[in-house]
């Protein structure tokens, strides 16, 4: 009679259903290794850390933008108060250059000569800012003298 035959592998470790494992189990099974967590997390903690700052750093740049506008509206609006209280001989014209000039009493002086074409009279006058006329009455400085504060 014959040996009744053996199995060497123990009962516990066979499955039925070996394709639902979550290994391979043959040699010809894919390669499963285990992920690395740490690693996984580290790069993605990465890749949210520069998407962020990216995008805070363009947010940073359109806030300085606005500030910038801001400012520049403040100052048309500064220098428009100052303009509407100065001196004026003559009636201005929408997109025109001006020069606005500063007596010693601090009175404000609205004229069509530029600092370079005052004569020995202008030495009196302290030169603010040179101006258009924008079509909304503000004032747009073109340039402006740092010295002087409003």
Known sequence: MAEEFQN?????????NP?????????GS???KPEDQGKIK?????????????QLGQIYEQMQLLADQAKKLQDRK?????????EMRFQPIINHIYHLYQDEHLNYLLSLIAPNQWGRSGKSYTFVATVRLLA???WDILEKNDEVSF
Do not use: C, F, W
């Open 42 to 54: 580290g790069l993605s903690l990465n890749a949210m850390e520069h998407q962020t700052d990216m």
């Open 19 to 27: 394709h639902s494992l979550e290994y391979g189990h043959h040699a």
């Open 8 to 16: 060497p592998i123990d009962p516990d470790k066979v499955s039925e």
């Open 136 to 138: 909304d009455h503000t």
């Open 30 to 32: 894919a390669l499963v």
């Open 78 to 86: 500064e220098i428009s108060e100052r303009i509407y209280m100065a």
